[in-house]
T-cell receptor, first 115, second 113 residues
Framework: ETGVTQSPTHLIKTRGQQVTLRCSSQ?????VSWYQQALGQGPQFIFQ???????GRGNFPPRFSGLQFPNYSSELNVNALELDDSALYLC??????????????FGEGSRLTVL | DAKTTQPNSMESNEEEPVHLPCNHS???????IHWYRQLPSQGPEYVIH???SNVNNRMASLAIAEDRKSSTLILHRATLRDAAVYYC??????????????FGKGTKLSVIP
């Protein structure tokens, strides 16, 4: 069984640029969510995708956007990068069937540094 | 959103039991109590979850107070590999079939050889 994989693992951008992060969900999982984890903090929910539609969003501005593809993989896009966007971005997949009780499977994250 | 309160850090000796407490006084009747842990340089890892009754699995046990306002994660024999940040989370329904995890800062567990 293949776990959640994320790419790239590390990247550096400058303020104002745009970034795309990618996530392949665990086999059989149709729901993907994204979290932002600043240094020393717990992860914060950005949004969730199911059947290629966003169906839940945390307190993040519209410049954070995403996509989910028919194979359930996902992208997180961040426009107009700010210094505070520097963080570890985590992708988690789950099965909709177990939405309220099932566990989330997290990838190891993409560490973004904005200079 | 319902919130949880955990100690910032705890220490345990190797091979001794560890009890990690969590307070969630504003929990609603439909919130599930989840525990995740995050080892250094890794994403969070599911540990256990429960609703009302105590739960056991191969990793840990979860003891839930009768009023559900607190819970305790029990590691029966701590090993060095259990050193991690442990998050107590209330998994809440946020509409349109979406369930999100609201993480706090968690408890950093150190295991002493």
């Amino acid at each position: 069984e293949t776990g959640v994989t994320q790419s790239p693992t590390h990247l550096i951008k400058t303020r104002g640029q745009q970034v795309t992060l990618r996530c392949s969900s665990q086999s059989g999982h149709n729901t993907v969510s994204w979290y932002q984890q600043a240094l020393g903090q717990g992860p914060q929910f950005i949004f969730q995708y199911y059947r290629e539609e966003e169906n839940g969003r945390g307190n993040f501005p519209p410049r954070f956007s995403g996509l989910q593809f028919p194979n359930y993989s996902s992208e997180l896009n961040v426009n107009a990068l700010e210094l505070d966007d520097s963080a570890l971005y985590l992708c988690a997949s789950s099965s909709r069937r177990n939405a309220n009780t099932g566990e989330l499977f997290f990838g190891e994250g993409s560490r973004l540094t904005v200079l | 959103d319902a919130k949880t309160t955990q100690p910032n850090s705890m220490e345990s000796n190797e091979e001794e039991p560890v009890h990690l407490p969590c307070n969630h006084s504003t929990i609603s009747g439909t919130d599930y109590i989840h525990w995740y842990r995050q080892l250094p340089s890794q994403g969070p890892e599911y540990v256990i979850h429960g609703l009302t009754s105590n739960v056991n699995n191969r990793m840990a046990s979860l003891a839930i107070a009768e009023d559900r306002k607190s819970s305790t994660l029990i590691l029966h024999r701590a090993t060095l590999r259990d050193a991690a940040v442990y998050y107590c989370i209330l998994r809440a329904y946020s509409g349109a079939g979406s369930y999100q995890l609201t993480f706090g800062k968690g408890t950093k567990l150190s295991v002493i050889p």
